[in-house]
């Protein structure tokens, strides 16, 4: 079975940093995109940053020059450093593993984890 532990959410000032880890298992990690996504109080979900197999990145506006996607295969895990955080970054961050369907595999998402960005 394939499952997504997220860790490091937490409440932070704004202007300060904080690091969103995502270990995955039960999978081979390195030949999948991988994908950060959020989801603010009565906001719909929005992809944040994805990184794929071989390392091509991309993000959403909102985030760019602020937020690094990184991914540490020998560790099947994927990063998401923050700095520079607003009270608009609130939200609950999620994980998501971009499944293959000619290779039986679906998307597979993480429980969800809280950012708080308040003074």
């Known amino acids: 079975q394939v499952q997504l532990v997220e860790s490091g959410g937490g409440l932070v000032q704004p202007g300060g940093s904080l690091r969103l880890s995502c270990a995955a298992s039960g999978v081979i990690f390195s030949v999948f995109p991988m994908a950060w996504y959020r989801q603010a109080p009565g906001k719909q979900r929005e992809l944040v940053a994805s990184?794929?197999?071989?390392?091509?990145?991309n993000y959403s506006d909102s985030v760019k020059g602020r937020f690094t996607i990184s991914r540490d295969n020998a560790k099947n895990t994927v990063y998401l450093q923050m700095n520079s955080l607003k009270p608009e970054d609130t939200a609950v961050y999620y994980c998501?593993?971009?499944?293959?369907?000619?290779?039986?595999?679906?998307?597979?998402w993480g429980q969800g984890t809280q950012v708080t960005v308040s003074s």
């Open positions: 990184i794929s197999s071989s390392r091509i990145i």
């Open positions: 998501k593993l971009v499944g293959r369907t000619d290779w039986g595999v679906s998307d597979y």
